[in-house]
């Protein structure tokens, strides 16, 4: 399958984490490059380090989305770096080149992330991140939650193929 077909997930979490959550992200990673996905995150430290490591280690293909600009700010995991010098706007790209977004643990930019991917009809799978319940009846329940690294991939690689393109 050539790069352009392979199934896009998008990590997002926060730059500083516990090891406890980034051996969580790390084997998300390894699992999505597993399965053939290519990675997508914010290109930087924390979870979106652990994430392209753990897909590196399983010989994927890693993007970062880098805020700043100059491709030097992305950890040594990533194979493609996207240069914005956008800073926190850069997330809508991160979500949009996402076919899914696996929140894994999360801050307030990771809240930005599952908003902006809920807002663009982008699935969202969590991983001991945010949990949010909209206003009473205003909108469907927004985030499928899993317990384990290996449940969020093999829900998200099951959205993928359920959602049309």
């Not at 317990?147 to 959205?159: G, H, I, Q």
Request: charged share 15%; net charge neutral.
């Amino acid at each position: 399958m050539d790069l352009k077909n392979r199934p896009r997930i998008g990590v997002v979490g926060p730059s500083v984490c516990s090891p406890e959550v980034w051996n969580l992200a790390r084997e998300v990673g390894f699992l999505i490059a597993r399965e053939g996905g290519i990675l997508i995150c914010g290109g930087r430290s924390g979870v979106m380090e652990a994430a392209a490591s753990g897909a590196k280690q399983a010989g994927g293909v890693t993007v970062g989305i880098l805020p700043g600009r100059t491709a030097s700010e992305a950890n040594s995991s990533i194979d493609i770096p996207i240069v914005t010098d956008m800073g926190h706007a850069r997330n809508v790209i991160n979500v949009l080149t996402s076919q899914v977004i696996i929140a894994v643990h999360g801050a307030y930019g990771t809240l930005s992330e599952i908003a902006l991917a809920l807002a663009c009809g982008r699935p969202v799978v969590g991983l001991q991140t945010w949990s949010l319940t909209p206003p009473e009846g205003s909108l469907p329940p927004s985030v499928m939650l899993a317990r384990t690294a290996a449940e969020a991939v093999a829900s998200a690689f099951r959205l993928i193929r359920e959602t049309p393109p």
